[in-house]
């Protein structure tokens, strides 16, 4: 218990007087004689893709102390597995009961609750592993980003792609030059949206195993209706395509591209650089997402990196959308109807530079360079970039004093979530948006601006 409660007076030590990443970073004397001991982490949200850490979190030899789910019939796997673990529906009680005795906190609950969950974690002083997207609106993003900053936390977001070994390889490819200038990127799934005009209809009981109240979370009150439950397809709940998945797909191109280091310019220079983002749609839509959605960004120059275009095509619907991603590739995609069948290209990153292309498939874990002729038996300058030790493996280290995670809030993960989410706001209007990284504002466009954020209901706040 000595030693538990040395390593937790540290933490806080270090998140109430402001300590940063770099501190946390060159701190590992404080933890040598604790080097081996495990680290007490709570669980919110183990049903769906929380299973993930009800399995990772022991075998990567950390101890889980506490389990919260609003849903007690998605999270009877968790309970089974820790029988004797406390249990809780409300995140906030179990932070108050078993403050001293958490380290950190994994959140993986639906979109719409991250913020909250992760920023009254991270005010606690924990160090959090969030989901990705991070949020579910910018503006909780930036909340996530300058809270992590503040407290001096470790922090993770699960963008996973990230530790991968050939995303690294990558990387490190791309930065030397390998395919030339890049002024094109292209990034695709073909799932699209619902498009669902109208909320459910009518009312349910409200299931005896699900504490509904605190699902909605700071969203908008409302009746239950199990669609609801299908977070996925509404704007109050979920991010679509491009927070379920362009977070993964545009992850390379993003990092290698350093488009963000545009939330890192000095407006003591001059003037910030801002994004230009474009939307078509198959219908606006604030409510679900659309069915097909083409979103256009287009970024400054970044230091080395001349001007880019990214572009998201998402829907197999998406009016020559197939075509052009086909067109740049050089050959057909497999969406189930072409070559072997297996969905093999549902979705895929393509970086285009003047000497050749960079094609990733949708999570950036593998990558190749064409033409595949022009590059064959490639091997390129020895790799100098360190391979990671796993995704959640980053972020325990980084806890321990260890170098900050990849996907960390403050240097990356929160701007890389921005960028995504800044297409959802796009999709909902019908003109070019002009965004500013650093200010977090649309200056040309008032109810945009307004959709950076959202309201919480009473009772619900960051």
């Known amino acids: 218990m000595r030693g538990h409660t040395s390593r937790r007076r540290f933490l806080r030590h270090a998140a109430g007087t402001g300590l940063g990443l770099l501190v946390l970073k060159d701190s590992r004397s404080a933890w040598a004689a604790q080097a081996n001991e495990r680290l007490s982490i709570a669980l919110v949200g183990v049903g769906g893709r929380g299973e993930w850490f009800v399995g990772c979190i022991p075998d990567l030899g950390e101890n889980v102390v506490a389990i919260c789910d609003v849903d007690d019939q998605r999270a009877a796997k968790a309970y089974e597995r820790f029988p004797e673990v406390p249990r809780y529906a409300d995140f906030r009680v179990m932070l108050d009961e078993m403050d001293d005795r958490i380290d950190a906190v994994v959140v993986a609950t639906p979109d719409h609750t991250h913020a909250v969950i992760s920023v009254t974690a991270m005010k606690r002083g924990k160090p959090v592993?969030?989901?990705?997207?991070?949020?579910?609106?910018?503006?909780?993003?930036?909340?996530?980003?300058?809270?992590?900053?503040?407290?001096?936390?470790?922090?993770?977001?699960?963008?996973?792609?990230?530790?991968?070994?050939?995303?690294?390889?990558?990387?490190?490819?791309?930065?030397?030059?390998?395919?030339?200038?890049?002024?094109?990127?292209?990034?695709?799934?073909?799932?699209?949206?619902?498009?669902?005009?109208?909320?459910?209809?009518?009312?349910?009981?409200?299931?005896?195993?699900?504490?509904?109240?605190?699902?909605?979370?700071?969203?908008a009150e409302r009746s239950y209706h199990p669609e609801w439950l299908q977070w996925h397809a509404w704007r109050d709940f979920g991010t679509g395509q491009l927070g379920n998945w362009a977070v993964h797909t545009s992850n390379l191109a993003f990092m290698a591209l350093e488009v963000h280091s545009l939330w890192r310019a000095d407006p003591a220079a001059g003037p910030t650089p801002k994004i230009r983002v474009e939307a078509q749609v198959a219908e606006i839509n604030g409510l679900a997402f659309p069915t097909w959605e083409i979103v256009r960004y287009d970024l400054p120059a970044r230091g080395q990196w001349p001007p880019?275009?990214?572009?998201?095509?998402?829907?197999?619907?998406?009016?020559?959308?197939?075509?052009?991603?086909?067109?740049?590739?050089?050959?057909?995609?497999?969406?189930?109807?072409?070559?072997?069948?297996?969905?093999?290209?549902?979705?895929?990153?393509?970086?285009?530079?003047?000497?050749?292309?960079?094609?990733?498939?949708?999570?950036?874990?593998?990558?190749?360079?064409?033409?595949?002729?022009?590059?064959?038996?490639?091997?390129?300058?020895?790799?100098?970039?360190?391979?990671?030790?796993?995704h959640e493996r980053e972020w325990l280290n980084a806890i321990r004093g260890g170098e900050p995670a990849w996907s960390n809030f403050v240097d990356y993960g929160a701007a890389l979530a921005e960028f995504v989410l800044l297409g959802n706001v796009a999709t909902q209007f019908a003109q070019v948006l002009e965004y500013d990284p650093v200010a977090g504002q649309i200056a040309d466009n008032l109810a945009a601006n307004e959709a950076l954020r959202r309201d919480y209901r009473e009772g619900w706040s960051l």
């Open 308 to 390: 880019v275009t990214f572009t998201w095509l998402n829907g197999s619907a998406s009016p020559g959308g197939r075509q052009r991603i086909e067109d740049t590739i050089g050959r057909k995609l497999d969406w189930g109807d072409y070559g072997e069948k297996q969905w093999a290209d549902y979705a895929g990153l393509l970086i285009v530079g003047s000497a050749g292309q960079l094609h990733a498939t949708g999570h950036n874990a593998t990558f190749t360079l064409l033409p595949e002729d022009q590059f064959q038996g490639y091997d390129g300058p020895p790799q100098t970039v360190p391979d990671s030790p796993g």
């Open 129 to 219: 592993y969030c989901e990705k997207p991070l949020t579910n609106r910018l503006w909780e993003s930036r909340v996530m980003r300058e809270t992590a900053r503040e407290r001096g936390v470790a922090t993770q977001m699960g963008n996973q792609g990230t530790a991968a070994g050939p995303f690294r390889r990558a990387l490190e490819l791309l930065r030397q030059g390998i395919i030339g200038d890049i002024r094109e990127v292209l990034f695709w799934n073909d799932a699209g949206g619902p498009g669902r005009t109208q909320p459910p209809q009518g009312t349910e009981p409200i299931p005896e195993t699900l504490h509904w109240d605190l699902w909605l979370g700071p969203a």
